[in-house]
């Protein structure tokens, strides 16, 4: 999820906490225990610093080992031991098992996106992403807004967070029925599908979809319930040739194929260049594929220039490779 939701996450499990007798309300726990859950909450995005360095570094590492098993509980661990020495009477026990919910929280509703975590490592590096949730969903984010408006105005925090999660539950069940609809769809039109890969919107009936059958890509959207196919393109296996095997020694190209599980490649000949792309078939929008891989190679297979990332104009992508068209 995004940082806002997380955010409003930490509050209500804060508010939430309220119901536990060894919390309460208004004590020094109680105090503690929402500072842990807004930390909680936060902590396991703190990998986000990766993007300062470079868009590879950020894909290849986003949502991995910050979001793994051991990861939460040396969070939980740290932000209770730091808490305890600021606010020493506070119940430690009890601190330290709400800011692990915040935590486990935290990686639990990242899974329903379809970027998704490793949250199975070390047992798996497996991408584990149900793709029933946008990464800002606008229902759960202001289902939690007025959660915490009622608790401004004199609500009891816990029986209104209590309440703003059943709501929710619902919810998400909702989001897998409409799922699975759309597949049972997928399956009605297109036959022998090898795998389908379904991406929320932030609209509540939007949703991208992509579709691998054996000799086939197809790129299409449901909208209201309604499958629309935008695309179809030859699932040509990726050649090892020369041009290709340089190419994917650079770490952009490496760190995009390690994530992506749907792309097409292209890659054209200049007189002084080769000019690899890769491109998920995810995330159409307007009729261009903003999610790229691309590098550059000198005739002697040398790399020139590189980048992933998500580019909206084959102008902008020129830019970030430092080669504005003539």
Request: proline residues 4%; glycine residues 6%; charged residues 20%.
């Amino acid at each position: 999820m995004d940082t806002g939701t997380h955010i409003v996450m930490g509050i209500a499990l804060g508010g939430l906490a309220t119901l536990d007798p060894a919390v309460g309300v208004d004590n020094p726990t109680a105090q503690a225990v929402m500072i842990g859950t807004l930390v909680g909450s936060q902590a396991p995005d703190l990998d986000t610093v990766l993007k300062l360095r470079n868009n590879a570094k950020y894909i290849r590492n986003h949502r991995g080992i910050t979001h793994s098993i051991p990861a939460i509980f040396i969070w939980s661990f740290l932000i209770t031991g730091l808490l305890t020495i600021f606010i020493p009477e506070s119940n430690l026990l009890h601190l330290w098992l709400w800011t692990l919910l915040a935590i486990v929280l935290h990686v639990f509703v990242d899974i329903f996106n379809a970027y998704g975590t490793q949250a199975l490592r070390p047992f798996s590096k497996k991408w584990v992403a149900l793709g029933v949730i946008n990464t800002f969903d606008p229902f759960i984010f202001f289902a939690h807004i007025v959660g915490i408006v009622i608790w401004t105005f004199g609500g009891h925090p816990g029986l209104t967070f209590l309440s703003v999660y059943a709501v929710l539950l619902v919810y998400y069940l909702l989001r897998f029925a409409m799922k699975r609809r759309i597949i049972e769809q997928l399956h009605k039109r297109i036959k022998k599908i090898d795998q389908i890969l379904i991406s929320p919107t932030m609209r509540f009936r939007h949703w991208h979809i992509a579709v691998m059958t054996e000799d086939k890509f197809f790129v299409a959207r449901s909208v209201n319930g309604r499958l629309i196919f935008l695309d179809e393109f030859e699932r040509i296996p990726v050649p090892q040739t020369e041009v290709i095997k340089a190419a994917e020694e650079d770490d952009n190209i490496s760190a995009f194929l390690s994530f992506s599980p749907v792309y097409r490649w292209e890659v054209d000949e200049y007189t002084d260049h080769y000019e690899v792309r890769f491109i998920d078939l995810r995330y159409r929008s307007k009729g261009y594929y903003p999610f790229v891989a691309i590098v550059q190679l000198d005739l002697h297979l040398n790399i020139v220039s590189s980048y992933t990332g998500w580019i909206f104009s084959e102008e902008k992508l020129r830019k970030k490779l430092e080669l504005v068209p003539e």
